[in-house]
Nanobody, 124 residues
Framework: QVRLVESGGGSGQAGGSLRVSCSAS????????MAWFRQAPGKKREWVAG???????RYAEDVKGRFTISQDSARATLYLQMNSLNLEDTAMYYC??????????????????WGQGTQVTVSS
C-alpha cells in the first residue's frame, strides 16, 4: 500500500524561503519518479518538479533556479526547497509518485499515487 504524506509549508514572505516534505511508505524502491505539483485556487493542478531514481531532476520553467527537489538516500522522504518566493507560489502543494521515468514536463494524469497536500501561502 503506497502512502504519501506532505508536511511543512505554511506562510512566508515574498523573497523568503520555505520547505515542504513528503514522507513515503510502501514499496518506494520501485518508484521511478517522484514529483511535486501545486494547485492555486481556481486553477488547474500544475507540475513543479520531478526527481528520478538516480537523482536526476527536472523543473517547470517558472520555478527553475528558485526551487530544489531532493530525496533522502532511502527514497522515503521527498523535499522541495523553495527560495525567492513570490506571490504566485501560493498554492496547495502535493507530492506524487509513479512507476515510469520522469519526463521533461509532466501532468496530473501521469501519476497514480498522491498525498493530501500542504498549503503554502506567500505574502508581500
Amino acid at each position: 500500500q503506497v502512502r504519501l504524506v506532505e508536511s511543512g509549508g505554511g506562510s512566508g514572505q515574498a523573497g523568503g524561503s520555505l520547505r515542504v516534505s513528503c514522507s513515503a511508505s510502501g514499496v518506494t524502491s520501485r518508484w521511478d519518479c517522484m514529483a511535486w505539483f501545486r494547485q492555486a485556487p481556481g486553477k488547474k493542478r500544475e507540475w513543479v518538479a520531478g526527481i528520478g531514481r538516480s537523482g536526476g531532476t527536472r523543473y517547470a520553467e517558472d520555478v527553475k533556479g528558485r526551487f530544489t527537489i531532493s530525496q533522502d538516500s532511502a527514497r522515503a522522504t521527498l523535499y522541495l526547497q523553495m527560495n525567492s518566493l513570490n506571490l504566485e507560489d501560493t498554492a496547495m502543494y502535493y507530492c506524487a509518485a509513479r512507476y515510469l521515468y520522469c519526463g521533461p514536463a509532466m501532468s496530473e494524469g501521469d501519476f497514480s499515487a498522491w498525498g493530501q497536500g500542504t498549503q503554502v501561502t506567500v505574502s508581500s
